[in-house]
């Protein structure tokens, strides 16, 4: 009963520091997660529908069960959540739909010194539990946003960066694109010029499928004003790569991003970042550029614990400030949680 | 006695008539009739030639109630991984050719490739009017390749035909669909994004995974694909 022994150690351990274990609605429609994240998620939702048409979906994620959890009865102020339950995806034959989640999130506080307070507890609580060394990797994925606005980039690269950050593989295939410039397409416009110069003469209201036509005009125009051909990419593509192998002890890191600055002459804006005086009673923290990469609704402070010996993934976790205005709230409500890897535990 | 070996065949259209055309050019006499759904190769050992929808075909593969089959390499690829899994391919035919393609309306200049595209849904997205609209009759193809592209926010309409309108008849802004010629795309004033070629397709003879299991069905199916020599 190893499992049952670490999930009542670990949920005292968070109670005891005010966080109410709760559970959630088997549940939830399927519309707002699809409206959040798109068809991609779908794919993985176990969905039914009912007899009026609607579609209802197994709970994918306790993260968004705790968000929605406060939309509908907490509403306001700050709520300390903890949990251990299932959550359900199809997973295509790979690994089980069921998946055991442990966490805790403190949401309606934008407080810094939750930010620590968070981590600490997690990693705390894992020591005491499964009496191991641990090392933290922090990350802030806010200066990687700043570094791509501090790079000579049509503005349409920039956002594509950031919008794909989260996507590994995806956003390796961006970098090379961008060294190669393989999707230049030099003869493209001429192409559509004829037509640029008949649609001139509509209606710029009308519309053509969901688009007015003086939107579609605007960003033809704004495409031709920024060619991509502009861009030195293999020297772009260079400092992103290189920025993205930062590894160094959190104590160092701003160091470190200076020396960064400086090699690549940009400016990365640091004194807006207060990643670097985070409070960790864990002495082992690095501080990692390429971390935290897996999540798309992080909007800045990320962090995962490692077994230091084997480095083991044993939680990540990190602020999430938009996701709960995505899933229906009326304001924006700030947050931020972490989720033990409790498989890893498990294989302890 | 049962049949010893069921074969599909699609049961409408330009497929139906090339299919039967592979047999009458190897000597295999399978009887017509336009109203019977059921026939036989007159001159071959003990089957059954079942007429059926070609997406049904790759699904009876799948469950073994046929033994092999001719239908498009799109409806394969299209099926659930768990269909997918039980239905070789035994070869690429030479009809039925057709690209899944990307389109777009063609005033939307401004939309050269799928970057562009994903630009758009963006837009969509930022203006809060919903997602972007992908019409299409294959949703997990589309949802691959748009995966594979970087595009994650659109929405699919899954559309049973007439597929080309749906963006002019605001239920949908852009479609997925299968084009041979372009020719219907162009009179629907759409046009294929460059880098939007999802899957070249054809027809393809699929043999189930479970006949070839049965040392019986896969001597009479390796006898039957032996006379078919000319494709």
């Known amino acids: 009963m190893k499992s049952k022994k670490y999930s009542e150690a670990l949920l005292n351990l968070f109670k005891k520091k005010g966080f109410k274990v709760k559970e959630f609605e088997n549940i939830i429609e399927s519309k707002i997660i699809i409206e959040r994240s798109g068809e991609i998620f779908k794919k993985s939702l176990l969905s039914f529908e009912d007899d009026n048409g609607k579609n209802f979906s197994l709970r994918p994620d306790l993260t968004i069960s705790a968000c929605l959890d406060y939309i509908k009865n907490v509403k306001r102020g700050i709520y300390k959540y903890a949990y251990f339950d299932q959550a359900y995806r199809r997973t295509f034959g790979k690994e089980s739909l069921v998946r055991n989640q442990l966490g805790c999130e403190i949401i309606g506080s934008s407080n810094l010194q939750l930010n620590a307070e968070i981590i600490n507890l997690i990693d705390q609580s894992l020591k005491k539990v499964i009496k191991y060394k641990t090392t933290i990797k922090i990350n802030d994925i806010n200066i990687f946003y700043s570094l791509v606005d501090s790079l000579k980039l049509p503005s349409r690269w920039r956002l594509r960066l950031k919008r794909h950050f989260w996507r590994n593989d995806y956003f390796k295939e961006l970098i090379m694109r961008l060294e190669t410039n393989s999707d230049l397409q030099k003869n493209v416009f001429e192409l559509d010029k004829r037509s640029y110069f008949k649609m001139k003469k509509l209606k710029q209201n009308e519309m053509i499928a969901g688009r007015k036509i003086n939107e579609i005009l605007n960003r033809f125009e704004k495409k031709i004003k920024e060619p991509r051909s502009n861009i030195n990419g293999a020297r772009v593509a260079k400092i992103i790569r290189d920025f993205l192998n930062i590894n160094c002890p959190l104590k160092n890191a701003k160091i470190e991003l200076k020396k960064f600055e400086i090699k690549n002459q940009i400016n990365l804006k640091l004194n807006q970042f207060d990643v670097f005086d985070l409070k960790l009673k864990n002495n082992n923290a690095m501080f990692s550029t390429n971390i935290g990469r897996s999540v798309e609704y992080y909007t800045s402070l990320v962090f995962e614990i490692y077994k230091k010996s084997k480095n083991l993934n044993l939680a990540s976790g990190g602020r999430y400030d938009n996701l709960m205005q995505t899933l229906g709230a009326k304001t924006k409500v700030v947050a931020i949680g972490g989720a033990i890897n409790y498989d890893n535990i498990l294989k302890l | ?231």
């Open chain 2, 1 to 231: 006695m049962s049949k010893l070996i069921r074969i599909g065949l699609p049961s409408k259209g330009r497929l139906k008539e090339e299919s039967l055309k592979i047999f009458k050019k190897n000597n295999l006499s399978i009887k017509d009739s336009k109203r019977n759904y059921l026939s036989e190769i007159k001159n071959f050992s003990l089957n059954e030639v079942v007429f059926s929808h070609a997406r049904e075909i790759v699904e009876r593969l799948a469950d073994n109630s046929l033994d092999i089959g001719i239908s498009g390499y799109d409806l394969l690829k299209e099926s659930l991984p768990g269909i997918q899994k039980n239905i070789q391919v035994f070869s690429r035919l030479n009809f039925g050719f057709a690209n899944l393609i990307v389109a777009i309306p063609d005033a939307w200049i401004d939309v050269q490739t799928i970057a562009d595209l994903e630009e758009i849904s963006f837009e969509f997205k930022d203006k809060n009017i919903g997602k972007l609209r992908v019409a299409t009759k294959y949703p997990n193809l589309t949802n691959d390749f748009f995966l594979s592209k970087g595009l994650t926010q659109y929405k699919i309409v899954n559309s049973l035909g007439s597929t080309e309108i749906y963006p002019f008849t605001s239920q949908s802004e852009i479609v997925t669909d299968i084009t041979s010629t372009g020719k219907t795309l162009k009179a629907n004033k759409l046009r294929a994004l460059k880098d939007g070629n999802i899957l070249k397709s054809s027809a393809c003879m699929l043999i189930s995974k479970k006949s070839l299991k049965n040392k019986q069905k896969k001597e009479i199916i390796l006898k039957l694909l032996k006379k078919i020599k000319k494709f």
